[in-house]
């Protein structure tokens, strides 16, 4: 994940080539496809992901492989044939997990997801140790009160989120009812720790659907400066 001037935007869920092409237009830089999601309403299979992820890089846009998984075997199939590189481990996967893909598969990233649930981060614990074992990055997500993980809408507290920092030494990708409105994390676009932004519930309209225009914006508002371009 290089090349930025601002934050880098990923957005999560896309189910076809139509939508993953969307979200290139509208200016998003990585694009999640979920796969080992069983029961969620985007997830893929094997078949699908490697399809969808050759269309995301046919329209310039990187494909990130999110997963519940920790079963390291069944990720290594689905990594190799889809070719993707980057990794998005969503559920409380060890640190062992990060180590043995980091190992198995030469080059790829890892983000791992830290949940925050009332100010707390669930994995605090083992911070450092996924860092040892080679996290690439994190993704800082809400849990609700009731334990919902995963594209809750719910925002994080800028507070919460400043207060866990001191404790990563890799950047972090923020996620958590992520909309156009960046208050709270204007000083830290474009530096070293705040790599991008993950959003699913702010990229779609009410019915559902990816809104490019809701998109469009949410790039806009997460650069240093205003970005003619997007
Ligand atoms: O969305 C889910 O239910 C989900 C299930 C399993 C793995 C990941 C899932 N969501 C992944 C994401 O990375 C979302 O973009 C992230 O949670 C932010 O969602 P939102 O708060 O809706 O913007």
Known sequence: M????????KVCGATSATEVRLLAEAGADYVGLWFGVTGGPADLTVDELVTLAGEARA???????VTFLGAVDALHEAITRSGIRHLQLHAYQAPGAVAALRRAHDGLSVLKVLHLRDGQCLEERFIGAYQRAGT????????TATG????????????EVRALMPRLSVPFLLAGGVSADSGGYHDLIGGP???????????RDPLGGFDSGRISSIARAWQPFPDPLR
Do not use: E
């Open 2 to 9: 290089t090349g930025r001037r601002g934050a880098l935007l």
């Open 59 to 65: 329209a310039g846009i990187h494909p990130v492989l």
């Open 136 to 143: 690439t990055m994190f993704l800082l997500d809400k849990t």
């Open 148 to 159: 919902r993980v995963g594209s809750t809408g719910h925002r994080l507290d800028p507070a």
């Open 193 to 203: 720790s705040l790599h991008g932004v993950d959003v699913d519930t702010g990229a």
